[in-house]
């Protein structure tokens, strides 16, 4: 078991707002980590940084034992890391087929294909609906077109914004069951979730955030019976 | 009253042409392109020049044209507009009037303020005769040239990946570029096309409207881009129904009502329907989810 993601030291400034102070994790091969903590404590600036959206000042984020510093957003998605960005994000005036489409740009109309077969397996819903224009599905359905959409560049490396935001807690559940299947199937998982007893029910080791830094790490379990965590994020 | 009508579809197809460049390049880069007027101009004088100075035949005259606006259409949007990216729209709007002015006085430089006729290419053409009178073939061949754009730029958004790439990023940068889709490319492609098509629509207007200025492109410009937001702006069939309403209510009101206040009456109508429907004839709000 690898390491696949590692990043080192990130530091990442809004203009003179210094968002995240040298943040360091790690995730492993075959792993679910997730990224724990309360609105505004950086999570999603990190996954973003990582997802080269945004540019850390300093900091290194190896993929692979490559240095992904300098390689633009664009680029990142064809060495194998997919982001599936906060607020779905799903091309609303596109049909579903073409927002999976879109989700496989960078490799070829076979490879495409292939993985779209797939994609309809894990979401039997995508696949009744794939000519229908996105802005018309329901939250959920986005969300689930979203995630496949991200699948289809058949990434080693999910990274996932926030996918139970806005949801009913009946689809959150599914939503959650999906991500678990998603890592059987080989995908590697790294989960920003504000819903932090879910996050730790699913994934195998978490680090919790706080204004810009880490100031826990460890198996999600353990995690997630200690009183701290507890307190601050489970609701006591 | 059939001439009337005749004469206002094709000069509404030529509209039509030139509110594409309008529509796409806003629906990409949310900028109105206020020098595509302009380039318009550009691609008129390098037709005339390629006919009257090198001897060129028409067609290869009008490939000319489109090969120097596309290559300009990049230029400008490389040099000007790509910088300020991330600036305010206002910004980019001054930019935009800016290069309209810096490609109007280039013009001047070059070609002076003298009138240039430009040459009839459709002559050995023979018109279609209908009931009464004859349609000349520079309308049949606008007409039937701003069909044809039509269904390629549909076929080209709706079906190839670069096309649809080009919806994605009008939709959402930072979604498209997670996709790994270029978007400074795709981008660049979009003020290619847009540029390539004002070019044909320069010469299909000087062919109809036969003298040349570096003022030429403006007051076409300004009406395809009324067209454009009349249909919807960021819509291409919006721009094609906007530019040939635009087209024909301009020649009736030329015919029926007064020669001098048919721009006046063109811009009315924009203004009702703008206060009825907001959004344009075929535009669509935006609507999200969360």
Known sequence: ?236 | MLANLINGISLGSVYAIIALGYTMVYGIAKMLNFAHGDVIMVGGYIAFCSIMYLGWPPALAVIAAMVVCTVLGIVIERLAYKPLRNATSLAVLITAIGVSYFLQNVALLIWSANTKVFPNIFEKLPGIPLGDTTIAPVNVITVLANIVIMIVLTLFTTKTKMGKAMRAVSEDKGAATLMGINVNRTISLTFAIGSGLAAIAGVLLCTAYPTLMPTTGAMPGIKAFTAAVFGGIGSIPGAMLGGILLGVIEIFGKAYISTQLSDAIVFAVLIIVLLVKPTGLLGHKVHEKV
Do not use: W
């Open chain 1, 1 to 236: 078991m690898g390491t696949m993601l590692k990043v080192e030291d990130l530091q990442v400034y809004y203009g003179s707002i210094h968002a995240i102070k040298g943040v360091s994790f790690e995730v492993n091969e075959g792993e679910i980590v997730t990224l724990i903590g309360a609105n505004g404590a950086g999570k999603s600036t990190t996954l973003n940084t990582v997802g080269g959206l945004l540019k850390a000042r300093s900091g290194r984020i190896m993929f692979e034992d490559k240095d992904l510093h300098g390689v633009p957003a664009n680029k990142v998605v064809a060495e194998g890391m997919a982001l599936c960005p906060e607020g779905r994000r799903v091309f609303q005036h596109m049909t579903v087929l073409e927002n999976l489409e879109m989700g496989a740009f960078t490799r070829s109309n076979a490879e495409a294909e292939e993985t779209l077969e797939h994609v309809y397996e894990l979401f039997p819903r995508l696949k009744e609906r794939y000519r229908q224009v996105a802005g018309t599905l329901s939250g959920g359905e986005q969300q689930m077109l979203a995630m496949g959409r991200a699948l289809m560049s058949r990434p080693k490396l999910m990274m996932l914004d926030e996918p139970s935001m806005g949801l009913a807690p009946i689809l959150v559940q599914q939503i959650f069951d999906i991500i678990v299947d998603m890592n059987k199937q080989g995908t590697t998982i790294l989960l920003v979730e504000q819903n932090a007893q879910m996050a730790l029910s699913v994934a195998n080791r978490a680090y919790v955030l706080e204004t810009g830094r880490i100031t826990m790490s460890g198996d999600a379990k353990e995690l997630a019976a200690s009183e701290e965590v507890k307190k601050a994020y489970l609701g006591g």
